[in-house]
């Protein structure tokens, strides 16, 4: 080789990178458009373009519904053009502008006043809205939102010790809602025992149930972890759909004994909450306590688990997310920390189950299907592993958006009156976990609180916690 | 004895379904180290599409001749459905790749849940049943006036699954998109380094694993004839099993995994009781992860600190 590479005239020049032929903006979103309707075309095709019927003579025959087949591709070519002109300049514009590194003033007064108004918002929840709807309509509101989703919310806390803070992932949650519902249904028709005599009873069982099936699993990790929890979880159901002589199967279980207001029962007769207290005859009266029952449970939820994280056993347990060998040698006792969070968590499902089957007064194992454990999980995820707050967002937006479909009948002047829309819960349900995890894969509540600081109490970013190997 | 057999050829059968969608979920978790909990509704959604080519062609074209109404229904299936999965893989899994381990599970569940109700909202809620697509069997021996009997369309799906896997091991171990899963599976990083196209190797694993997803939806719709919206949860769950079972990650693991829980069901039916055959599949699982936690052919899982 004659040619020295020192000398700076026999460097090769720096290749200029090519340069990307300048399209018009229109034309790339034209032809994006394109692509991405003929994709939707050939995936719309089969399901949407074809419906199968029954004809009458009750055999299968095949209609086409080719005017909503190509409404359908020409919305998402529309919208993909609309995207690629003017949103994703804009996603790519802000992207590079710098983060504000300190949080906006308004963000940090949210962030300090949000529990307490949070709480006081569900103290006098009820009182609001009867207020606004009256005592005839608040009925609905009460029940439907306030109760339904304070059940979800004290599942989502009860997994969340076993998913957020252990880092176990356990896809078969709903079994131990299932023991609870089941104990007090079966207790109080046999015996006739009260609530509060079975509430706790059923929290011990269902913690019982909850060791005993994390005795095994103790040894598997991460998705091994989930997918015998979720068998564990669809035994416990098949076995309640068969042993017909105990549960009474898919006929479920009717005419549970309902709570009492500390002895008083909710009814129209001379001994009833009404009569007692002098008050007109209501249903909603019944409904308000079970809604300031739930309430108390659920804070009693969040209040256990927010004192056991400062305890030695909520450390080991978030100990264990972090690092399983590190807390091993650190002579950690490993299989009493799984077992505990196994048990905790089973516990506070069964608290919720006996309250749920209180409250229903039928169960039957249709309420404690994979699907039910899948939208648990979801929610303690969706709203940020480990963080309460979120998993109270979560179970408000998923659990009250799906009832606030329920009833959207004016969607039925747009659609016309065959439109159902109850049909779409789910289906948008499905569809809002995969774009919320999408926006943001570390939950709504992208910050936690360690339970241990240096000097300062503050807040960290949900990517620094790390989400077990279990 | 002509019980067992007969059982035996059953759950050949069944396990030849579950085995196939078993390979789905061992590739992607193999690839991307992710479970795809929405495979068992892309099964679910191949079986209807099966179903509506299977009524375009014999009741609006008039096709008479099976073995080519067969073809045509398999090679449909395999194409819509490859794109279902492609389209599902784009927009639902692969913004989330390299996020947190939770994320696509969620994102699987949710589509999961997306599919069946959109194939319950387009489709209707009703189990939709076919006329028998192939009729007749051998009979292999009679015995006290109980015959042994494969049916044509058992003998089918044998076939038609031997075929494929044979097709799908070239694919795989000879050809350039078989080096290429290979070598994402093993480092993503170092095969990108080296001029594999990540992305599309693992598009194209989702489009395999779908493909052989709809062999097993088809063949499902030909041995039962019946499906519903809701019909994808189970066999998922069991051919999710049957991966676990045969070491996730490994391919002939999870054809061996489903052959075992397709007999494991069928025998538990005949001998024990039908109520409680799921119960059996998974208490084998649970049994199997505790003292085998890798599977059958898994590689052990080495901690590290």
Redesign the interface.
């Known amino acids: 080789m004659a040619v020295l590479t020192n000398s700076p005239a026999a460097e090769p020049r720096p290749q200029q990178p090519p340069v990307p032929r300048e399209e018009s903006p229109l034309l790339t979103a034209l032809r994006d458009a394109a692509k991405t309707a003929a ?1 939707a075309f ?2 719309f ?4 373009g ?5 004809d009458i003579n009750n055999q ?3 209609t086409t519904r080719w005017p909503l087949l190509f409404a359908i591709t020409a919305v998402v070519g529309l919208s993909r053009f609309c995207y690629s002109l003017a949103l994703a300049p804009w996603i790519r514009e802000r992207k590079l502008r710098p983060a504000p590194i300190a949080a906006p003033a308004w963000r940090v007064f949210i962030g300090k006043w949000f529990t307490p108004f949070a709480i006081g918002f569900v103290v006098v929840y009820p009182v609001i809205v009867i207020f606004i709807n009256g005592f005839t309509g608040a009925l609905k509101w009460i029940d439907n939102f306030g109760i339904q989703i304070l059940i979800y919310v004290m599942l989502g806390w009860g997994l969340n010790i076993v998913v957020g803070l252990a880092g176990l ?1 356990d896809l078969g949650y709903v079994a131990f809602y299932a023991v609870g519902a089941y104990s007090y249904a079966l207790l109080a028709k046999e015996f006739g025992f009260s609530f509060w005599i079975l509430l706790p009873l059923a929290g011990c069982l269902a913690s019982f149930w909850g060791i005993l099936l994390g005795f ?2 103790l ?6 972890l ?3 929890t ?3 979880g ?2 416990i159901r ?2 309640i ?2 042993w017909v002589a105990l549960t009474n199967g898919y006929a479920g279980i009717g005419g549970i004994p309902r709570p009492s207001f500390f002895g008083i029962p909710f009814n129209a007769e001379d001994n009833g909450f009404a009569a007692v207290f002098g008050l007109e005859f209501s249903p909603l009266y019944r409904t308000i306590f079970l809604y300031y029952v739930i309430l108390s449970l659920a804070l009693l939820t969040a209040y256990v688990t927010t004192r056991l994280r400062r305890l030695p056993v909520g450390r080991a347990w978030e100990a264990l997310r972090e690092d399983e ?2 807390c091993r040698s650190l002579g950690i006792n490993t299989t009493n920390t799984k077992l505990t969070a196994f048990a905790m968590g089973a516990m506070f499902a069964g608290f919720a189950g006996s309250f749920f089957a209180a409250r229903q007064g039928f169960i039957s194992p249709e309420s404690f299907t ?2 039910e454990s ?1 939208t648990i ?2 929610i303690v ?2 709203g940020g ?1 480990g963080s309460q707050i979120g998993v109270a967002i979560a179970a408000i937006v998923m659990i009250g958006g799906t009832e606030i479909m329920r009833d959207l009948d004016f969607l039925k002047d747009i659609f016309g009156q065959t439109f159902d829309p109850t ?2 819960r ?2 948008l ?6 774009v919320i ?2 926006w943001r ?2 939950g709504l509540i992208a910050t936690r609180a360690p339970s241990v600081f240096l000097k300062e109490r503050k807040t960290i970013a949900a ?1 620094l916690v790390k ?1 077990g190997h279990g | 004895m002509e019980v067992f057999l007969q059982q035996l050829i059953n759950g050949i059968t069944l396990g030849s379904i579950y085995g196939l969608i078993a390979i789905g979920y061992t590739m992607v978790f193999g690839i991307i180290g992710m479970v795809n909990f929405a495979h068992g509704d892309v099964f679910m959604v191949s079986v209807f599409i099966a179903l509506i080519a299977f009524l375009i062609l014999t009741a609006w074209l008039g096709v008479s001749s099976i073995a080519l109404a067969l073809i045509v229904i398999l090679v449909v299936a395999m194409l819509f459905t490859s794109l279902v999965n492609w389209v599902i893989e784009r927009i639902a899994y692969r913004p989330l790749r390299g996020s947190f381990r939770l994320a696509p599970l969620i994102s699987a569940i949710g589509m999961s849940i997306f599919l069946s109700n959109f194939v319950q909202v387009s489709q209707g809620p009703r189990n939709k049943s076919i006329p028998p697509i192939v009729q007749g069997e051998f009979v292999l021996y009679t015995h006290d006036g109980f015959p042994v009997t494969v049916s044509y369309k058992q003998f089918i799906i044998w076939a038609v699954t031997a075929l494929l896997l044979v097709c799908f091991w070239y694919l795989v171990a000879k050809t350039k998109l078989g080096r290429a899963q290979r070598a994402c599976e093993q480092d993503q990083k170092m095969a990108a380094l080296v001029g594999v196209d990540v992305d599309r190797t693992i598009s194209m694993t989702f489009v395999i694993a779908a493909a052989l997803a709809a062999v097993a939806g088809t063949m499902y719709l030909m041995n039962y004839g019946v499906v519903n919206f809701a019909d994808g949860f189970v066999p998922g769950v069991k051919a999710f099993t049957a991966a676990v079972l045969g070491g996730i990650g490994s391919l002939p693991g999870a054809v061996v995994g489903g052959l075992l829980i397709g007999l494991i069901e069928t025998m538990w039916s005949a001998y024990f009781s039908i109520d409680y055959k799921d119960v059996a599949a998974f208490s084998v699982l649970a049994i199997t992860l505790i003292f085998l936690p890798q599977g059958l052919f898994g590689r052990p899982d080495v901690e590290k600190v």
């Open positions: 994709i050939g995936l095709l089969p399901l949407i074809f419906q199968t019927i029954q299968i025959a095949l992932l095994p699993v040894r598997l990790r991460g998705d091994y989930a997918i015998v979720l068998a564990f669809e035994i098949i076995v759909v068969n060998i590190a994979f699907l899948a999980l979801s995820v969706l592993m049909q779409y789910m289906l349900f499905g569809f809002a976990m995969v995890m999408i894969p570390r990517d989400e």
